[in-house]
């Protein structure tokens, strides 16, 4: 399985929401390269990359950010908000990004997303934010109807290969993550899914990896110090017994 370390970046700094709440944010350092340079030399190769400004509005301000972070550390980068349309997909992957991550734009517009995940093989991901089981999309903002395992099990049709599937009710909260979600969405045929919010204890990293999760994305409780990087990294890697 592997580990994404998570850096949400708004206003070109590293930051943690709780629940997603905009009103509720932690700053945690005014340097995203030097967190992520921090993140390699721990052992880590890949790297989940949250544009919260894009989230919210719809802005790309942070894109030097993101093209800074990938030239100074060479890691498999994935970014997500933001992505509304086709130019602020291309955007992100012209700053270097190794995969892009469509949330409101994979509800509103699947023709779009479809389309996207057939132009660029193997870097379109959806990102399927669940709250209570349905769907939230514009930041987190708007809940719709959509159950989000069922919007999860389409995903393969449309051809993309790749969800970044995230608990809200568990996110930033350092209390556990929503094992049972996960459960249900790793036995979905033809989808790498990479298991988010609130990932606090060792003991969830290796239920992840024994469930054959594509991967894990670790956040606040890195900042925290309830999770070390290098041991996360050790335990995503070694086989269930």
Known sequence: MILFPAIDLRGGRVVRLTEGDYDRMTVYGDSPVETAKSFRAAGATHLHLVDLDGAK??????????DAIVRETGLFIEVGGGARDEASVERYLG??????????????????MEALAAK??????????AKGGFVAIHGWRTLTDIPALAFLKSLPGRGVGCAIYTDIGTDGMLSGTNLPAFWDAARIKGLDVVASGGITYERELTTLRDLKLYGAIVGKAFYAGKLSLARALELVKEESA
């Open 120 to 129: 660029h093989p193997g870097k379109i991901a959806a990102g399927v934010d």
């Open 95 to 112: 700053a270097g990004a190794s995969r892009v991550i469509l949330g409101t734009m994979a509800v509103e517009k699947p023709e779009l």
């Open 57 to 66: 509005d719809g802005t790309q301000v942070n894109l030097s950010v993101i």
